[in-house]
Nanobody
Framework: QVQLEESGGGLVQAGGSRRLSCAAS????????VGWFRQAPGKEREFVAG????????YYIESVKGRFTTARDNAKNTVYLQMNSLKPEDAAVYYC?????????????????????WGQGTQVTVSS
């Protein structure tokens, strides 16, 4: 079991950058795949990016490819989401989520219901 806490949200101008962190407490974090989701007002929570438990695989939705990068530091039990060239449509509450995958170290779940553990979310606001 892990507990997740996001940080790094805030107000940023369009075209700017922001780095989110997802800090985990608990054992065996290196056996968890981590996904980043976001939810804008009135919209469904959507998968944005993910990193495998081993860290060797990442996945991004088309709208953030080339602008967002996710990576993990298992020694620090932390996953990062670097967001560059932010657009107003990127504004949302961003959540990190974790799924235990001991024997599937390169797999990245992409559906909300595949994840067992969630952080509380951090707001990212993009001004135009």
């Amino acid at each position: 079991q892990v507990q997740l806490e996001e940080s790094g949200g805030g107000l940023v101008q369009a075209g700017g950058s922001r780095r989110l962190s997802c800090a985990a407490s608990g054992r065996m974090f290196s056996s968890y795949a981590v996904g980043w989701f976001r939810q804008a007002p009135g919209k469904e929570r959507e998968f944005v990016a993910g990193v495998s438990s081993s860290g060797d695989m990442t996945y991004y939705i088309e709208s953030v490819k080339g602008r967002f990068t996710t990576a993990r530091d298992n020694a620090k039990n932390t996953v990062y989401l670097q967001m560059n060239s932010l657009k107003p449509e990127d504004a949302a509450v961003y959540y990190c989520a974790a799924r235990f995958l001991l024997f599937r170290s390169s797999h990245i779940p992409k559906e909300r219901d595949e994840y067992n553990y969630w952080g509380q979310g951090t707001q990212v606001t993009v001004s135009s």
